[in-house]
């Protein structure tokens, strides 16, 4: 299919955070300390913001959405969340200057009163853009792995594998070299991460550090910090608890899409800011890192995937175009993705990835074998007060006419607590963004 003869009819986009201070993630569980963005990180989120502009903002670029409001910020056309989780404020934070790139300062932000006086907003007419903060702690839509008990054991696994031995051995030498730039941190091959990104933060921040860092080490632990988190945050199969950091975000991906291809609907570009490891597992789960192996490793800072939502010029279904632009690269490169040359079909899409998203709290709990973090407390507590309720107290016989009834109660009951503790809710959970029926439904965004 030519990629030149094509609507664009929306964008649904996923952006990394900018540069932040150096923090610390278990090896094991990925449980992450605090940290903090820098002004570099700001000015990173800012300039990807005035490119997105320039692309899709601009009526002289042929990639401009039809429709889009190009000056003040229309709140009806567009659909914004960010992590507010393992990095602290960082990936939030990034989305706010991401958001001052895309919807700059501007005059025109303005208001005349009843006595005729114009006030303009702050700052010489700043826009401030809503973005919903989503915690980890009421939904896991962008942390999927974090307490989830499989995936750790899937990180023990990979720890324990003859291929990560033949690696730890193979690069032992190189780590065996790097104490006197650790600042005594464990060089174990299972520590990689936190290895590069203590190395990388202060290549960037530590002009000691930088000028006495041997020229080749930070590359050398680049790659094996790539080949590490690949390996963690990916798997063989599309559905294994490996692309569980995918598997997640996957609602949120397919809720864009609905929203843009519903013509009744005036959401034409979704915005998702998360940490890299989703990004590990789409291009896993895409088959992107497959066919292009310098991607399959920990994207850049400020990095974005551009999926594109087009409507083909002879007709038929929409279809997706796969764009990333790697941190500072100074433009968006187009891939292949799913086995097949081209943009894909939206049904294509639709039919390798609804499958193995995870779409609700419930699924997440059963998926991750947790009972008692980020809501599964509340959800086991639900199942044990339905099966309490579910034990008749009463002869078989007896018991027998009422087991109808008794089913209904406790759906009932069940629904009742869950709606009390906020993880269920009757109705459409997405009115605030969604304005029409979509071309396909989906459970909550993996929300409780």
Not at 342 to 356: E, H, N, R, T, Y
Request: hydrophobic share 40%.
């Amino acid at each position: 299919m030519s990629q030149d003869t094509s609507q664009l009819l929306g964008v649904v986009l996923l952006v990394r955070h900018g540069d932040r201070q150096g923090f610390y993630q278990d090896p094991e569980t990925y449980t992450a300390t605090a940290t903090q963005i820098t002004p570099l990180g700001n000015q990173e989120e800012f300039l990807l913001g005035g490119y997105l502009r320039s692309l899709y903002l601009n009526e002289s670029s042929p990639s401009y959405i039809p429709g889009m409001s190009t000056g003040l910020f229309n709140q009806s056309q567009v659909y914004i969340q960010a992590d507010l989780g393992g990095e602290s404020g960082v990936i939030y934070d990034s989305c706010v200057s991401l958001t001052q790139g895309l919807w700059p300062v501007t005059p025109s932000n303005n208001i005349t009163l009843a006595n005729g006086t114009t006030v303009t907003a702050p700052l010489g007419g700043y826009q401030y853009i809503p973005i919903e903060a989503v915690d980890p702690n009421l939904s896991v839509s962008l942390e999927g792995f974090d307490d989830c008990n499989t995936f750790d054991t899937h990180t023990t696994a990979f720890y324990n594998s003859s291929e990560f031995q033949q690696m730890a051995t193979q690069s032992a030498p190189f780590l065996n070299s790097l104490p006197p730039y650790l600042d005594g941190r464990s060089v174990e091959l299972q520590n990689m991460w936190n290895i590069f990104d203590f190395m990388n933060v202060n290549d960037i921040h530590n002009a000691t550090f930088a000028q006495a860092l041997p020229p080749t080490y930070l590359a050398q632990a680049y790659a094996l910090a790539n080949w590490h988190e690949y390996n963690v945050f990916s798997d063989v199969d599309i559905g294994g608890i490996g692309n569980i950091a995918g598997q997640t975000l996957l609602p949120s991906i397919l809720n864009g899409f609905a929203d843009i291809a519903n013509s009744s609907n005036p959401i034409k570009l979704s915005i998702t800011a998360i940490a890299y490891k989703p990004f590990l597992s789409l291009f896993n789960m895409t088959g992107v890192a497959a066919a292009n192996p310098s991607l399959a490793g920990i994207v850049d800072y400020a990095s974005a995937v551009a999926l594109e939502l087009r409507q083909p010029s002879a007709g038929g279904e929409p279809v997706i175009r796969l764009n990333f632009k790697n941190g500072s690269d100074p433009s968006f490169s187009t891939y292949n993705f799913l086995n097949r040359t081209g943009d894909v079909p939206l049904s294509a899409f639709i039919d390798a990835m609804a499958p193995v998203a995870v779409n609700t709290t419930a699924d997440w709990c059963t998926i991750c074998a947790n009972t008692e973090d980020r809501g599964c407390a509340a959800l086991t507590l639900a199942t044990e007060q339905g099966e309490a309720a579910a034990r008749p107290k009463i002869s078989p016989v007896g018991a027998g006419f009422l087991g109808a009834g008794l089913t209904i109660a406790v759906v009932a009951l069940m629904a009742g607590t869950l709606a009390f503790l906020g993880l269920l809710t009757v109705g459409n959970l997405r009115k605030r963004r969604s304005k029409g029926t979509g071309l396909f439904e989906l459970k909550d965004s993996a929300s409780s």
